[in-house]
């Protein structure tokens, strides 16, 4: 098939998808959205099928592993299902007689979203979920190592549409192992389109001419400081760290540990199964090879990432990570960016004032908006790194992976794109949520006038500068 079929392809998938919609939409109520947002939700949270995706997914990508992805199919799910189980999308969600104004949900028509092999299943679930609860359709294109479990994924969704009487057209992919030219013929022409993964598909999301919501890197640095609570930090770093391999945006890069409790911080961190490697060169001579993170070191199992580094004979028996110590900041300091593996860069910091330079500098070298982390009992501390670093989220006391996309025991959305705000080069610095699928049509009447005097406006300040 030539590169004109493949385009013509994308546009008789995207053209179903509209007609799907379009019937969709017609025929649209709020239990019929919400049944079709259930549907895609059982069709990934199922157990068999929930292990066989994060068996394939493991076994096509070579990225994460199956218990943890099992858990991440599940849990992002089950809480993206209870975030919008009360959530109008149809029909009148607001009327204020006040203001006069009705406010009538309206779908956005076909999402295009691009997903990435590290999360080949629960990020398009996530999206389509998304999608069909605010009546829209959705067209997903996977990376190529993430396509076979796209497709086993939409199997899936596809029955439990037939027993719902839910159509089939409404959540589609682009077929075939994915390339640039199909993707970018995707972001032409849906109507909206989502983008989570790489920053060379975010920043084609943005020029392409199609309103787009597309997310920033990651590069967590979570500071340890001398009031927190060492053994509680060292066992949420660690299973923050080592969680499905690493492969979140949300894992732990970098710790930046207070002075005065630095060699107390190593011991708790050797307790968890995180091994200090003060000669940083052992690591960084072996994690990138030309330029590039090593294939057979990235999102592994700690012993494999181990043997691919050559430190199997320098490290304790059950090692869970590499806790690699380093000062350096920058593109010459690959370790001071985001490993995508079992690697935590540590830096040691005089106190307070310099842990938040030192975590406000790595972010201004990568992950610009994403998230900082502190683990502390000091309350004032965690609002000092939210005036002084350029980031959407600061999580405090608490598992990063975990909690930076919707947890059980915090507030924020289950998702997982997470908007980064100007800084990371995004219009949105809040967690992609239902919200963001969904427009409104505004009747806005006339009520009776509201106009001020200019004195009412201007009062307090010609009585402090003058007229």
Known sequence: MNAHDDLADVDTIVA???AAQARFEAGGSQELYDRAALAAGWAIMEPARNRHLAELAVATTGLGNVPDKITKNHRKTLGLL???ATAKTFGVIRD???????????????????VPSTNPGATPANNIINALKCGNAIVVSPSPKGVATCEALLGYIHAE???AGIDRDLVQMIPGRGSKEKTQRLLEI??????????NNVKRAYTSGTPALAVGAGNVAVIVDETADLAAAADKICASKTFDNATSCSSENAVVIVDAIYEPFVAEMARTGGALIRDETKVTNQLWVKGHL????????????????????EVPGGTEYLAVETTGIG????????KLSRVL?????????????????????QGLGHSVGIHTTMADRPMALATAIPTSRVIVNQAHTFATGGSFTNGMPFSLSMGCGSWGGNSIDTNLHWKHFMQSTKIVREIPGQEPAPEEIFADYWDAVGK
């Open 16 to 18: 179903t998808a509209r």
């Open 82 to 84: 209870r975030d919008i």
């Open 96 to 114: 204020d007689p006040a203001t006069g104004i009705t406010e009538i949900a309206r779908p956005i028509g076909v999402i295009g979203a691009v």
């Open 161 to 163: 549409f037939d027993k």
């Open 190 to 199: 849906s109507d909206l389109i989502v983008v989570t993964g790489s920053q």
């Open 294 to 313: 090593n294939p057979q070191a990235i999102a592994r199992d700690a012993d494999q990432m181990i043997a691919a580094l050559g430190l199997t004979d």
């Open 331 to 338: 593109p010459d300091h690959p370790l001071s960016g985001e």
């Open 345 to 365: 860069t540590v830096y040691r910091a005089r106190d307070f004032e310099d842990a938040v330079q030192i975590t406000k500098d790595i972010q201004l070298h």
